[in-house]
């Protein structure tokens, strides 16, 4: 940390914090994020590796880029580009909802995103506002990536997703929610497509158009009983 200027903090988390910073020899804006004490707590270092392995690996316009990854008292702490809102911010300034045409901007590059996940053959598993940023030129990137994982069609953790977000799947529990095998879900060009991220993402258009939640359930039964009344048993 000792090369940066704190400017303040941007978010925080069940696993950290996220701080505004100022490289001091560029002038760079980044933003850093904080992990609790990683050596200690097993979940939390299991959340930051995969995130940093992803980042590594994964390298797209619409995925937010990993600057640098280094290590203090016991805390890991990863370096991204500084992008200057989020989706979540946007919602909060138009709590009626955003305007057609930016939602439909921002939609479009939050699937360029997700796709080059999917034909990676990683399930990001936690698409939501505050998870989709946005550039004051209207860049999109996808950050937050400590959720997601191969999707080798071997169970899965079912407790991902915040939970308005969460496909059916997840909230019954089924562990193979990242097989395609059932919704059939294919590109053009024979890709495979994730459900789950999918069904995220519109869940996610709905709220950007009409500034509130699709299914702002209080539980997962809850959450089940909104989808429900709203498009039936299937």
């Known amino acids: 940390m000792e090369k940066y200027d704190n400017l303040g903090l941007v978010g925080e988390g069940s696993y ?3 701080m505004k910073c ?7 804006l980044v933003a850093i994020k904080k992990f609790l004490d990683s050596e ?7 959340i930051a590796l995969r995130e940093i392995k992803m980042l590594k690996t994964l390298r797209h316009d619409n995925l937010v880029n990993l600057l640098e990854v280094f290590r203090r008292k016991k805390r890991l702490y990863l370096v991204f580009e500084y992008i200057d809102y989020t989706v979540l911010d946007h919602l909060e300034k138009y709590p009626r909802g955003i305007d ?31 998870n989709i940023l946005v550039s004051k030129d ?15 069609g071997d169970q899965l953790t079912d ?12 909230l ?13 879900l294919l590109t053009s060009k024979n890709h495979l497509r994730r459900p789950i991220d999918i069904w995220a993402i519109g869940c996610l258009a709905a709220e950007m158009l009409t500034g509130e939640p699709l299914f702002p359930g209080d539980s997962d039964i809850d959450q089940l009983f909104h ?3 709203c498009l039936g048993e299937y």
């Open 40 to 46: 200690d707590d097993k979940t939390v270092k299991k």
């Open 100 to 130: 057609e045409m930016t939602t439909r901007r921002v939609l479009f590059q939050v699937i360029r995103g997700i796709e080059y996940c999917h034909k990676s053959n990683t399930i990001h598993r936690d698409v939501k506002p505050e």
């Open 159 to 170: 407790y991902v997703a915040t939970r308005w977000y969460r496909a059916p799947e997840l």
């Open 16 to 18: 950290g914090m996220v």
């Open 138 to 152: 209207g860049i999109v990137k996808i950050c937050d990536f400590g959720f997601a994982r191969s999707a080798t």
């Open 172 to 184: 019954v529990g089924d562990p193979r929610y990242g097989n395609y095998h059932n919704v059939h």
């Open 22 to 28: 100022r490289r001091r020899d560029t002038g760079q």
């Open 227 to 229: 989808i429900v009344r």
